[in-house]
């Protein structure tokens, strides 16, 4: 797992907010991989703080937090842990979900 720390990840994300603020951010959403099982969202995509493939996991809409469950060196594996994770969700839909930390908090 690649571990940034806090401080360069918030540079990161207000870096790409504002990106997406000025319509530039076609190439970070690309090649996401989106499913929705009810109210749950699966997102794989190139994260722009970490530069790797990542699921993240958003459990309802009023929830805005994401849980990050896995990181992947290629848009491959990206595929094959999107389809796992999806069907771990689909089977269980409670299934407890542990967030691996990229920022180390």
Request: glycine share 6%.
């Amino acid at each position: 797992m690649k571990r940034i720390s806090p401080i360069e990840g918030m540079l990161k994300t207000v870096s790409a907010m504002k990106n997406m603020a000025l319509g530039n951010d076609i190439q970070i959403r690309k090649n996401a991989l989106n499913s929705k099982i009810g109210e749950i969202v699966v997102d794989t995509c190139c994260a722009f703080d970490t530069n790797e493939w990542e699921t993240g996991i958003q459990l309802n809409k009023k929830d805005t937090n994401w849980i990050i469950v896995e990181q992947y060196k290629s848009r491959e594996k990206a595929e094959s842990g999107h389809i796992k994770w999806v069907s771990k969700l689909k089977k269980n839909p409670n299934l407890k979900l542990k967030d691996i930390n990229v920022w180390g908090l």
